[in-house]
């Protein structure tokens, strides 16, 4: 399994695009995606800084992407 890895609020946004997400609305300083097809609901919190690792990790799961898949879609 590879290391997780340390990437901005905004860079996470971009990956989740690039996964098909869309910007569904924003409320404050989170942006909630979803999942044209699947209906699946993400929620990113974007603050300008750093994702701590859980919530990274949550991300992923509420993505319901692998960290491979992930890491596969920031390249």
Partial sequence: MSRLPRLSDREALRVLQRAGFQI?????????LRHPQTGRRVVVPVHGEILAPKTLLSILAA?????????????
């Fill in 24 to 32: 569904h609305r924003v409320r404050g300083s989170h942006h909630v």
């Fill in 63 to 75: 993505a319901d992407l692998s960290l491979e898949e992930f890491l596969r879609l920031r390249k």
